[in-house]
Protein backbone atom coordinates (compact mmCIF):
# COMPACT_ATOMS: atom_id res chain seq x y z
CA UNK A 1 0.00 0.00 0.00
CA UNK A 2 1.37 3.51 -0.93
CA UNK A 3 1.84 6.23 1.58
CA UNK A 4 2.71 9.35 0.69
CA UNK A 5 4.10 10.36 4.33
CA UNK A 6 6.21 7.60 4.34
CA UNK A 7 7.74 8.57 0.72
CA UNK A 8 8.60 12.28 1.50
CA UNK A 9 10.04 10.29 4.70
CA UNK A 10 11.99 7.96 2.67
CA UNK A 11 13.21 10.64 -0.09
CA UNK A 12 14.28 13.58 3.10
CA UNK A 13 16.14 10.56 4.37
CA UNK A 14 17.78 10.34 1.50
CA UNK A 15 18.49 14.18 1.42
CA UNK A 16 20.25 13.96 4.72
CA UNK A 17 17.62 14.68 6.88
CA UNK A 18 16.60 13.23 9.64
CA UNK A 19 12.60 12.40 9.02
CA UNK A 20 9.87 10.88 10.51
CA UNK A 21 5.65 10.79 10.76
CA UNK A 22 6.58 12.03 14.18
CA UNK A 23 9.13 13.71 16.59
CA UNK A 24 11.68 11.42 18.17
CA UNK A 25 12.51 11.22 21.67
CA UNK A 26 15.70 12.29 21.41
CA UNK A 27 17.77 14.94 19.10
CA UNK A 28 17.41 18.34 18.41
CA UNK A 29 17.75 18.69 14.56
CA UNK A 30 14.84 16.72 12.50
CA UNK A 31 12.01 16.75 10.46
CA UNK A 32 8.43 15.31 10.56
CA UNK A 33 5.76 15.05 7.84
CA UNK A 34 2.07 15.03 8.11
CA UNK A 35 -0.80 14.59 5.89
CA UNK A 36 -3.30 17.46 7.02
CA UNK A 37 -5.99 16.69 4.62
CA UNK A 38 -6.65 16.41 0.43
CA UNK A 39 -9.38 14.75 -1.61
CA UNK A 40 -9.30 11.67 -3.74
CA UNK A 41 -10.76 13.20 -7.60
CA UNK A 42 -11.64 10.92 -10.79
CA UNK A 43 -9.15 8.11 -9.06
CA UNK A 44 -6.16 10.93 -8.07
CA UNK A 45 -5.05 11.59 -4.96
CA UNK A 46 -4.52 15.17 -3.71
CA UNK A 47 -2.73 15.17 -0.34
CA UNK A 48 -2.19 18.17 1.66
CA UNK A 49 0.97 17.43 3.24
CA UNK A 50 3.04 19.28 6.33
CA UNK A 51 6.84 19.27 6.24
CA UNK A 52 8.02 20.29 9.79
CA UNK A 53 11.74 21.32 10.40
CA UNK A 54 12.69 21.29 13.84
CA UNK A 55 16.20 23.03 15.51
CA UNK A 56 17.54 24.51 18.21
CA UNK A 57 17.56 28.19 16.48
CA UNK A 58 15.03 29.79 14.72
CA UNK A 59 17.51 30.49 11.66
CA UNK A 60 18.63 27.16 11.74
CA UNK A 61 14.81 25.64 11.05
CA UNK A 62 14.07 28.10 8.44
CA UNK A 63 17.13 27.15 6.66
CA UNK A 64 16.32 23.49 6.53
CA UNK A 65 12.94 24.48 5.31
CA UNK A 66 14.40 26.82 2.69
CA UNK A 67 16.72 24.16 1.88
CA UNK A 68 13.75 21.58 1.16
CA UNK A 69 11.62 23.72 -0.27
CA UNK A 70 13.92 24.14 -2.98
CA UNK A 71 15.47 20.57 -3.25
CA UNK A 72 11.39 19.74 -4.19
CA UNK A 73 12.12 21.93 -7.25
CA UNK A 74 14.41 19.49 -8.72
CA UNK A 75 13.29 16.26 -7.32
CA UNK A 76 9.70 14.76 -5.77
CA UNK A 77 9.34 11.70 -3.94
CA UNK A 78 7.93 8.44 -5.46
CA UNK A 79 4.59 8.61 -6.15
CA UNK A 80 4.29 12.31 -6.19
CA UNK A 81 3.60 13.69 -9.65
CA UNK A 82 3.32 17.27 -8.76
CA UNK A 83 3.73 19.72 -5.92
CA UNK A 84 2.71 23.38 -5.46
CA UNK A 85 4.57 25.08 -2.09
CA UNK A 86 1.53 26.59 -0.37
CA UNK A 87 3.36 28.38 2.39
CA UNK A 88 6.32 28.46 4.36
CA UNK A 89 5.83 29.69 7.66
CA UNK A 90 7.23 29.53 11.55
CA UNK A 91 5.16 27.30 14.06
CA UNK A 92 6.55 27.22 17.22
CA UNK A 93 6.55 24.02 19.50
CA UNK A 94 4.43 24.50 22.60
CA UNK A 95 5.30 21.15 24.72
CA UNK A 96 9.34 21.17 23.61
CA UNK A 97 9.47 25.26 23.09
CA UNK A 98 11.53 24.32 19.75
CA UNK A 99 11.68 26.68 17.02
CA UNK A 100 10.17 25.12 13.80
CA UNK A 101 9.09 26.22 10.58
CA UNK A 102 6.30 24.32 8.35
CA UNK A 103 6.17 24.31 4.88
CA UNK A 104 2.63 23.05 3.55
CA UNK A 105 1.82 21.31 -0.34
CA UNK A 106 -0.55 20.44 -2.35
CA UNK A 107 0.08 17.43 -4.12
CA UNK A 108 -1.04 14.81 -6.65
CA UNK A 109 -0.17 11.59 -5.90
CA UNK A 110 -0.52 7.99 -6.44
CA UNK A 111 -3.86 6.65 -4.92
CA UNK A 112 -3.63 5.52 -1.33
CA UNK A 113 -5.55 2.67 -0.27
Not at 7 to 36: C, H, I, M
Not at 38 to 49: R, Y
Not at 75 to 93: E, H, K, T
Request: hydrophobic share 40%; proline share 6%; charged share 20%.
Amino acid sequence: MYSVEQSFVTWLNAKGYAASTYPPATGSEFVTVERTGGAVQDLIDHPTVAIQTWAQTAPRAEEMALAIRKALFYSRPDGVANIAVDGLYPFWDESTRLPRYQIVLNCTAQLTD
